[in-house]
């Protein structure tokens, strides 16, 4: 079976950093859309970042792009979200989530804002884990 499980929130000042990770098992990560999406209490549920594991492409959402990085370890079938000077308004629930696609097309739309009809309709979701900045 799929499973995904997000890890390495916690809590950082503004100005900090903090690395998730997303690991896979029951699949691999090969022909997958592996994206990064994250909500705060009373906000839409937003896509943040996006890795086509096919050809290595990576997105970014504007309000993250040149702070945060994803990555992968294909050894490990595991993804990464670096996030550098973080903010306020990073705090969220980080989740991640699986789609079988060989299409960048599914990353470029899941960063998209505002997202389109079926945007976030990733087929597997992990458990979320909790990024608070202090101001």
């Known amino acids: 079976d799929v499973q995904l499980q997000a890890s390495g929130g916690g809590l950082v000042q503004t100005g900090g950093s903090l690395r998730l990770s997303c690991a896979a098992s029951g699949f691999t990560f090969d022909g997958y859309a592996i994206g990064w999406f994250r909500q705060a209490p009373g906000k839409e549920r937003e896509g943040i970042s996006c890795?086509?594991?096919?050809?290595?492409?990576?997105y970014y959402a504007d309000s993250v792009k040149g702070r945060f990085t994803i990555s992968s370890d294909n050894a490990k079938n595991t993804v990464y979200l670096q996030m550098n000077s973080l903010k306020p308004e990073d705090t969220a629930v980080y989740h991640c989530?699986?789609?079988?696609?060989?299409?960048?097309?599914?990353?470029?739309?899941?960063?998209?804002?505002?997202?389109?009809?079926?945007?976030?309709?990733?087929?597997?979701w992990g458990l979320g884990t909790l990024v608070t900045v202090s101001s």
């Open positions: 989530a699986a789609d079988k696609t060989l299409s960048p097309y599914r990353c470029m739309v899941a960063v998209a804002r505002p997202a389109p009809e079926g945007a976030h309709d990733f087929g597997s």
């Open positions: 890795i086509s594991m096919a050809y290595g492409q990576t």
